[in-house]
């Protein structure tokens, strides 16, 4: 039989379902309270202290095992990461820049040590360190305070607003990091750094408790910061090489080559784009004092015609000044003798004082992009003098190659015979060293001369299906486009940084008319040069690439030690200005400033200009050679520019043409 007490128990368990939780909880609170108060004192006395004692243990226990937990993940991820390197696994996905290592003794660069964030300060690992094993921000406020801003991105509209994402808005990227307190500027963001610093762009700071209120950051101008680079590069110029050739920043002196003032030539109508009046005051006066082309000196024709005469030319066009019309009509002149050979194919060196050419030493062969690529200039000379000399000397070395024996679907050969007028050391096929400018000046020319000149079109055309069948391959594992070598029938996978004009002009001739795989291939081929620099450790490309075809070591991309040096070069920025222009893609401005940052970190020198290094896979020595070429400022520098400057029709693609070395000449109008 059932106590009363009992069936009172199970008549309100099966009771009314819909009140039974809450009839039942009463009852069992009512039942506990009756079981304690029948408890002794003492029991209940003791019953509370251990309660007490097991709270505060697990307080005390809690924030210990938490920061445990927290060090053994952080360090199982480092310890996967040190082992991938060690083994050479280390996957690098594309788009990811591995993050600054450190910044040992001998990396070059001015940012004061105390702004430096934790990962450069030296005697750290040189390994990148992943965005998961960033410390979390709990010193500067609850991680639902912080707030991810792009304020890279000059192209918003908004850029003096606030903007405020939430974490899970695309906040992957994370290239600035702005705190509840203010400005906290990523490892990666060395420029910003400086422009920060110097220029005070970074905006409101908050008082220390403040309450959160958004915080008003003016994003760094892109475009101003390649200003600021050009300034720090023309300040070492001019103070240790003022009218030589290039500069030597590391042992503050210069280096001649020509005897002409290379660089200062080079820059000039990069100063004129940029908007540096008071620099380009200055160079113009030393050109009208001191440049002298009467001088008993070689110089190599190609090199002086893209740099001297081109340079030259291009700032007349845009100034207006005779002084640089005539001084190019100087030069012009003074290098005509290097056409004066048994086949009208140019020497490569000549004596601008004496009015003699000759060819190298060792051989009576020209380089054939360097006899290819000096038409547009010699061109424009000749439209500008109303003078045909200038014109026929070229026009007759194109018209020669164009029908000569020895191309292999369009590709042409690297060297050709002033003597015989023919190809020789047939067999090897290349887009980059001596012969790439070719293949450019060919849809360059066609475009100069109002798209009439078929022969060069159908040459152009006939070489790009050439490069397509003979020379393009893909990587392992992640199938990135290349151009590689052929060399007697046997592909060599390899490519210079020099091929990273090729998506560039591919996507001016789709721009222009040519069909739309060219810039399907373009995007591809623009993608890889990219991933030259993203996957180096300094975020610099080597001279040259080596690309696994089949999967190896997990990596796509491999450098030989010769090859691992940087030379400041334009090609890879020169493609990304042509593809953001026609394709206004914002990835190829993120692009170029990863690699302005990265030349302002391993190249920058503290006294003033830049210098090319030996080693793009060591940021903690990346082994500066103490040269600042001078095309780091005629091209590098001016595409930079142009690729971040809000005016997109500065030097409209559709009226200029840019030479080999970056001076904009116009396009002919049709009545010329
Ligand atoms: C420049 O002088 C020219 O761009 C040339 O066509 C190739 N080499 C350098 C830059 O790399």
């Not at 820049?97 to 910044?103: F, H, N, Q, S, Y």
């Not at 001596?434 to 450019?440: G, I, K, L, P, V």
């Not at 493609?575 to 914002?586: A, Q, W």
Request: charged share 25%; aromatic share 10%; proline share 7%.
């Amino acid at each position: 039989m059932l106590s009363p007490q009992r069936k009172d128990y199970v008549s309100l368990t099966l009771g009314d379902q819909h009140s039974s939780s809450y009839t039942n909880g009463k009852h069992r609170r009512q039942s506990c309270w009756r079981k304690w108060k029948q408890l002794s004192r003492l029991q209940r006395s003791l019953i509370l202290f251990l309660l007490a004692f097991l709270f505060i243990c697990g307080i005390l226990s809690y924030s210990n095992l938490t920061e445990q937990w927290r060090g053994l993940s952080d360090r199982s991820m480092k310890e996967d990461w040190v082992e991938m390197d060690n083994r050479g696994l280390r996957p690098i996905p594309p788009g990811l820049i591995p993050k600054l290592p450190g910044v040992a003794p001998g990396v070059i660069q001015d940012i004061p040590p105390e702004v430096l964030p934790e990962l450069q300060r030296p005697n750290i690992p040189l390994l990148p360190k992943p965005q998961a094993m960033r410390k979390p921000p709990s010193k500067r406020g609850p991680p639902a305070l912080q707030k991810r801003v792009n304020v890279t991105d000059p192209q918003l509209k908004d850029r003096e607003k606030p903007v405020i994402m939430k974490e899970d808005e695309g906040g992957t990227e994370a290239k600035t990091v702005i705190s509840w307190r203010g400005a906290m500027i990523e490892a990666e963001q060395g420029t910003e750094l400086q422009i920060t610093l110097h220029g005070k762009e970074a905006g409101t700071d908050f008082e220390e408790g403040a309450s959160l209120k958004p915080v008003t950051v003016k994003p760094v101008d892109r475009a101003e910061a390649v200003r600021e680079a050009f300034k720090h590069a023309w300040k070492g110029y001019k103070a240790f090489a003022w009218g030589h050739d290039e500069l030597k920043p590391i042992s503050r002196t210069h280096a001649e080559w020509f005897g002409l003032g290379l660089t200062l030539i080079d820059a000039l109508d990069t100063m004129w784009i940029l908007d540096l009046k008071e620099e380009f005051a200055e160079a113009r006066k030393w050109v009208e004092t001191e440049l002298s082309f009467s001088k008993n000196v070689d110089v190599n024709l190609f090199e002086s015609t893209i740099r001297i005469l081109g340079g030259l030319l291009s700032t007349y066009h845009l100034t207006g000044d005779t002084l640089f019309l005539d001084k190019a009509k100087d030069i012009g002149f003074r290098l005509m003798p290097a056409f004066k050979t048994p086949s009208k194919i140019p020497f490569s060196d000549v004596n601008i004082g004496k009015g003699t050419a000759h060819p190298p030493r060792w051989t009576t062969d020209s380089t054939v992009a360097e006899v290819t690529s000096i038409q547009l200039e010699f061109r424009e000379l000749s439209r500008l003098t109303q003078d045909p000399q200038y014109q026929k000397a070229v026009e007759e070395v194109t018209k020669q190659v164009h029908k000569l024996e020895g191309k292999h679907d369009g590709l042409v050969p690297m060297f050709i015979n002033t003597n015989s007028g023919k190809f020789t050391r047939k067999g090897a096929f290349t887009l980059g060293a001596r012969a790439d400018s070719y293949y450019e000046y060919l849809l360059k020319q066609w475009l100069q001369g109002g798209k009439k000149e078929t022969e060069l079109l159908e040459d152009y055309l006939q070489a790009i299906e050439g490069v397509k069948k003979n020379l393009l391959r893909q990587t392992s594992p992640s199938k990135l486009t290349f151009v590689g070598e052929l060399a007697n029938g046997h592909l060599n996978p390899k490519m210079d940084h020099l091929v990273c004009f090729l998506p560039g002009t591919l996507a001016l001739g789709t721009h222009n008319g040519l069909p739309d795989d060219h810039m399907d291939l373009a995007q591809q081929l623009m993608e890889t040069c990219h991933q030259m620099y993203a996957q180096m450790e300094t975020g610099l490309s080597p001279e040259i690439a080596h690309f696994n075809m089949q999967y190896q070591n997990g990596r796509d991309i491999d450098v030989k030690p010769a090859d691992r040096h940087n030379l400041l070069r334009p090609e890879t920025v020169e493609s990304l200005f042509y593809m953001y222009r026609f394709t206004k893609d914002n990835k190829y401005r993120d692009w170029g400033w990863d690699i302005l940052q990265s030349f302002n970190k391993y190249t920058r020198v503290p006294s003033g200009g830049y210098t090319s290094i030996s080693n793009v896979r060591d940021p903690s020595n990346p082994a500066p050679r103490d040269k600042m070429e001078s095309f780091f400022l005629g091209e590098t520098l001016k595409y930079l520019f142009l690729l971040f400057v809000d005016d997109t029709e500065l030097i409209s693609l559709d009226k200029y043409v840019f030479n080999t070395e970056a001076h904009p000449l116009p396009i002919w109008p049709s009545t010329s």
